[in-house]
């Protein structure tokens, strides 16, 4: 049964970083495209990046230039960097294939930007 955990979240003041990452298991991993999503209070659930089995990025316009997405197949794991956060960025941070899976959907990871 393949599971993805999130974990690297916390409270960082504007202006910080943080790196989030994505332990998968299961040897689809290295096969699937992968999504950061986050979802604010009061919000619903968006696309932050992807990247395909081929190390191909894409990005939502709100974070271009500040997040990086990037993979270790060798570790089934997906990481994403995080600079220059604001406190727009808050939000609950998720990984899923992408598109995303029902079945993938973990706890996710809790990002607070905050002075």
């Known amino acids: 049964q393949v599971q993805l955990v999130e974990s690297g979240g916390g409270l960082v003041q504007p202006g910080g970083s943080l790196r989030l990452s994505c332990a998968a298991s299961?040897?689809?991993?290295?096969?699937?495209?992968m999504g950061w999503y986050r979802q604010a209070p009061g919000k619903q659930r968006e696309l932050v990046a992807t990247i395909t089995s081929g190390s191909n990025t894409n990005y939502a316009d709100s974070v271009k230039g500040r997040f990086t997405i990037s993979r270790d197949n060798a570790r089934n794991t997906v990481y994403l960097q995080m600079i220059s956060l604001r406190p727009e960025d808050t939000a609950v941070y998720y990984c899923n294939t992408h598109p995303p899976l029902p079945q993938f959907w973990g706890q996710g990871t809790q990002v607070t930007v905050s002075s």
């Open positions: 299961g040897s689809i991993f290295r096969l699937a495209a």
